[in-house]
């Protein structure tokens, strides 16, 4: 996980020299030139940011004294920019959660606890966007980017309205229309990337897949598919407490990030990135040889 966070450093100051910090989504010139996506970079920023959280506050679990945690915190700190820059609510969201999780495991459900260590992060968030305000360029790209879309998802949660195309209503309509060409194919689904065929919404959104992995897991693939691919998320959790206390920090990042994914797939489609994939793999991995001891 740290060669990959090093590469995530490496890939978004890259993607900084080359774009600017004037683009629209960070990564977007970069990897569209060669033949990839932007949401690859918010993927790996994902990932690196949960182990980074874990590093600093999970860690600590079986570890008193990190020489290290000075460090991650200032990488955490440039990473956030990175996530600004992507502007992607998904991995705000997702920071948010596994710093709440790595609390609760800490603090190991003692209630007094994570108010402290809520207060506390409370107060670092209200420093931080004191210093944001302070910067112009940073309080511009903070307010016109992440806050707007948060406002904007907030507002459709609340009265449903909307103007943009590829905004939460119509990622809510592509969801809809997966579970409506499910419901005629049950079992099996239509084929993977079948959804994209047979989406004829229009407005912009013809063409497009779900932005939801169960309702794309169902619709292309069907239960049968959808039970394969979620079977790993319970027999990895499953097996992970059935560890040993001793590996009780191995537990917290492991089920967090699992519950964390989980929570992401309402809003993406993620079984065909090879980050996932490769991440799966890991924590097979961490679990086997971890249950060898």
Known sequence: ?????IGTLIISAYCIFIEG???DRLGSNVYENVGGNYIELSICLLFSLLFMIWKIYGNSLHEKKNKSKKLYIILLLLFLLFCVLSNTRKVFVAAFLMIIFCTIWKTKFNIIKVLKYTILFSLLLAVVYFIIIQIPFLYNLLVENILFRFSQLLTFLQTGA???????????LLRVLAVQIWSSHKLFGIGTDGFRVFNNLGNKISGLYSHCNFTELLCNNGLIGFGLYYSFYVYALLKLF????EYYHLKCFIS?????LLIMDYGQVSYYYIYYIAFYMLISSLIKKASTY
Do not use: G, P, V
Not at 1 to 5: I, L, S
Not at 242 to 245: E, I, P
Not at 256 to 260: R, T, V, Y
């Open 1 to 5: 996980m740290k060669a990959f966070m």
């Open 21 to 23: 910090f004037n683009t």
């Open 162 to 172: 909307t103007t943009d195309d590829y905004s939460a209503s119509a990622r809510e």
């Open 242 to 245: 059935q560890l040993k206390n």
């Open 256 to 260: 967090s990030s699992l519950i964390i």
